[in-house]
């Protein structure tokens, strides 16, 4: 089942709701873009702000996680009466931090069946029928969800269109690894998620050939998590230019946007209708390691 027919336009950006569904998250300038008093109800009322905002501006396609606070249960609330909203979840990291913004311990990573039982289970309770996607979090090549033929079992049979998403420097092996699995010899996975943008492009070809092959590729942090933002070498408006830069490859069916005001919603959707890219911006790309080093040391905020 292809989730994402039809999708163009604006509908191609899609809203992740990964810096409004928990207080602290790894964004760059939270401080500037959140008020200090991050309450259940002041971020379940902006997260409801930014998914009408961009419903009512062709957005159909909506990302959420076990690990993002409450994301499932803010996009659950909403999702009544938008029939045609899809919605996108992952399992596989647990949410630890208790409400606050700055804890020991965020999110715990655990790719076991135990671990999918339980949240296939949280996630249905909110989202029911309506979970139209059901991605693995942050698949690497060491991930044991690449080679646990039980999982892949239970994955299949789930009812929710299976996807995974990748992280770190080796996310081209991941995208590999994971896209030869079959189940009744039939591919288990249709969708990937990956981070691509101009600073960490790595993964492109790899994405290249699942999109070849018939998969919908998802793009995630396309703004390097705000460092592109503010990248005056991007002209007036940086995060047009980065999340068009995503758009513009051939193999992107739907960059998301994780705008956590309207005013970054607003200014990224435009992106859909930027009328050019500039054609040096290979010139950005840093080495992968350095990159994710980079990634890993972001403060949660």
Sequence with gaps: ???FSGFAGVARIGLGLAAVGRPGYITL????DLPASRSVDELRRRAHALLDQAYAAGVRYFDVARSYGRAEEFLAGWLPGHDDAVAGSKWGYTYTAGWQVTADVHEVKDHSTATFDRQIGETRALLGDRLALYQIHSVTPDSPALTDGELHRRLAGQGAVVGFSTSGPA???????????????????????STWNLLEPSAGPALAEAHAS?????????????????RT?????PDVTALAAALRQPWATVVLSGAATTAQLVSNLRAAT??????????????????WRTRSALPWS
């Design 1 to 3: 089942m292809d989730l």
């Design 29 to 32: 300038g939270r401080d500037r």
């Design 171 to 193: 996310q081209a092996d991941a995208i590999r690894a994971a896209c030869a699995i079959e189940v009744d010899g039939r591919p288990l996975f249709r969708s990937v998620q």
């Design 214 to 230: 018939g998969r919908t590729v998802i793009v995630k942090e396309a703004l390097a998590n705000g460092r592109l933002a503010a």
């Design 233 to 237: 070498d991007l002209g007036p408006e």
């Design 274 to 291: 930027a009328p050019r890219v500039p054609d040096d911006l290979e010139r950005l790309a840093e080495p992968s390691e350095r990159y």
